[in-house]
DNA sequence: CAGCGTTAAAGTCATTTTGACATTAACTGC
DNA sequence: GCAGTTAATGTCAAAATGACTTTAACGCTG
């Protein structure tokens, strides 16, 4: 019997908790529609088609199930134990992608699509070893050295210091102090002041960053073809 | 035509260089007897077989060209393009391995194996995609957050503080001040001071050091069974 | 066996970075 | 115009870092 390929992906988004306030980090889930596994949620994903790579069919079947076109795909790593499928040998590569809030509301309307924050007590149980694929993917997240990339991927190309906290927060699971953080990333030279605001608030508008992107991510799949 | 399954191994290991002195990393290669890049050095690797999980494949075909029994595993990057290869899909799982110096002497002897330095300008061209493979796992080993973990899958489980050190030099590409370096690690609690020193020296007998897990690297190859 | 060369180990000190907190600035709503 | 809130800057002690010096413990040589 030859090995069935197919991918599956976490999709990582940054919202605010409708409760408790603060930033997380949230997923979209979709529901099993066949055993094994009939009604949990699962990751995104799907077979591999004949003549695409990859990363075009991790893009492909996301993008299928979830309308969502992420801005940045990574992969993640490779299942293949030979006792995963009762039938044949099944292949997963495993992938993970973010979403700016942006693109976070295109996703499709379907009662069997929804969004889930990704780690915490208020994360679901998940259909097959998917647990596990989030959680790692978090790991990977987590031990980045280069945030500035990741933050930048979460919220587009501009940015208040208190949008870009919240996502290190976020990321990290921690609160971090505003006037710190501040001097911290002024030091550095990943982002860069514009001289615009974001207006509209109640209260004093916050200055624009931009990011200053030091050439992609070595692990980035490149999907401009 | 249904896929192949296939694994590569860059193996790392610490050696002095016979030439210039400094501790470095080498990897063992082999060399090709076929076509295509038939004459080339490649990493060692082969077909993953039916009822073996693909880190058994990586172990197995690691060992079976090099005679080699690393003490650590991990799983890399797939390379699953579908013009890879000109006859059937080739899917090729990339591991990368760390043997001590105590398990680089187990090498074979045969002359279509031998050691390389990992990178620089001693480093030989390598067949296919694998330059690109061993620079990914150097990337992802300079950017471990527990270089103690690397350091003592790197030395075995006694070692000097010059040892590590020089370890660490190896992994970053430049040298770092011995007193400082001994300082830092003498803070985390991730080294532990025994009461044995290195003796048949020509000078002062360091003292050994051991290493204090903190469990495995969420990314290592379970290889117990 | 005293002195020298070499490496191990510990100590010194100025500079930089960090964490915690205070102060000033700029806006909205009343 | 004043209270309330967030943005942005400033202050300062503690901790970490980098460059360097000093002392200790060997083997080797004469």
Do not use: C
Request: positive net charge.
């Amino acid at each position: 019997m030859p090995p069935a390929l197919a991918v599956s992906t976490v999709i990582l988004g940054i919202r605010t908790d409708p409760e408790h306030g603060g930033t997380r980090l949230w997923m979209p889930l979709v529901k099993r529609i066949r055993q094994p596994y009939r009604g949990q949620w699962a990751l995104p994903g799907g077979p591999v088609g004949a003549r695409e790579s990859l990363g075009e069919a991790a893009g492909r079947t996301l993008a299928e199930t979830t309308g969502l076109r992420p801005s940045y795909l990574e992969q993640l790593y490779t299942f293949g134990d030979p006792d995963r499928s009762p039938t044949q040998r099944l292949v997963t590569i495993a992938y993970f992608a973010l979403l700016t809030e942006a693109q976070v509301g295109a996703t499709v309307s379907d009662p069997n699509v929804a969004w889930y924050p990704a780690y915490g007590e208020h994360s679901p149980q998940l259909a097959f070893d998917h647990r596990k694929i989030v959680d790692y993917a978090l790991w990977r997240l987590r031990n980045k050295t280069e945030y500035g990339q990741v933050a930048h991927r979460l919220l587009g190309d501009r940015f208040t210091l208190a949008q870009l906290r919240e996502v290190y927060e976020a990321v990290l699971g921690r609160s971090l102090d505003p006037a710190n953080f501040r001097r911290q990333l002024k030091n550095t030279s990943s982002i860069e002041a514009t001289d615009e605001f974001l207006a509209g608030g109640k209260h004093r508008p916050p200055r624009l960053y931009r990011y200053i992107g030091h050439g992609p991510d070595p692990l980035e799949v490149d999907r401009t073809s």
